[in-house]
């Protein structure tokens, strides 16, 4: 299996631009989760999926940010408007199951609004 | 809410141990353990579900005090490959809910 795969890897966007990250988890992995990394925050867990259902978006900064996850092999995050404080890197992870299960994380999208 | 990481970076030689703790505010049903290297993804070390529970494989092992809510990982004889960011990863909720990784611990081994 390829894994997790996020795209793009890099995207450099100017403030008030829409931006749209992309993940694709393992294939049979029931669960999505999607982080932002920071060097003040660490890991930040921002929504949450079990069985393409929204479970948890209370880590979601704003109603700026939105995800979707429209059937089991695709999530998206979205951006609108972006702001620079929106810089970070961000994960997507999948795992099967819940509570016992090893999560696989992508490559990660390193996204700088200027 | 994340849990807590103490302490927030390292500094070792070679050969030395350390321990790296982890607290959480909220019953915890298991406790995470990653790994990060600088510019890669952070890969899964080990799990731990039941209280008292430890685990462990070659020099690296680790902790959960269910009661406490803590747990703790441990590095014996740290080597250079060691060094990175250990994030600990706490769920909650009977394990329904969504994984919540502390801050991190920057661990730098020196030769």
């Known amino acids: 299996d390829a894994g997790v795969i996020q795209s793009p890897r890099h995207e450099v966007t100017e403030m008030g631009q829409e931006v749209t990250l992309r993940c694709k988890p393992i294939?049979?992995?029931?669960?999505l989760f999607w982080y932002r990394q920071t060097m003040m925050r660490g890991l930040e867990l921002l929504i949450y999926?079990?069985?393409?259902?929204?479970?948890?978006d209370s880590g979601m900064p704003e109603d700026r940010f939105s995800a979707k996850m429209p059937n089991a092999s695709f999530s998206t995050l979205k951006i609108q408007p972006s702001e620079p404080r929106d810089s970070a890197v961000y994960f997507c992870?999948?795992?099967?199951?819940?509570?016992?299960?090893?999560?696989?994380f992508g490559q990660g999208t390193r996204l700088t609004v200027v | 809410q994340q849990p807590v990481q103490s302490p927030q970076a390292v500094i070792l030689r070679e050969g030395e141990d350390a321990v790296i703790n982890c607290s959480s505010s909220?019953?915890?049903?298991?406790v995470h353990w990653y790994r990060q290297k600088h510019g890669e993804a952070p890969v899964f070390l080990m799990i731990?579900?039941?209280?008292?529970e430890q685990k462990g494989h070659d020099k690296i092992s680790a902790s959960f005090n269910e009661k406490k809510q803590q747990s703790s990982l441990y590095l014996t004889a740290s080597q250079l490959s060691y060094s990175g960011t250990y994030f600990c990863?706490?769920?909650?909720?009977?394990?329904?809910?969504?994984?919540?990784f502390g801050k991190g611990t920057h661990l730098i081994i020196q030769p």
């Open positions: 992870a999948s795992r099967i199951g819940q509570g016992n299960t090893e999560a696989f």
């Open positions: 294939s049979g992995h029931n669960s």
């Open positions: 999926f079990n069985n393409n259902v929204p479970i948890d």
């Open positions: 909220k019953a915890l049903y298991s």
């Open positions: 731990l579900l039941k209280g008292g």
């Open positions: 990863g706490a769920l909650s909720g009977g394990g329904a809910d969504g994984l919540t």
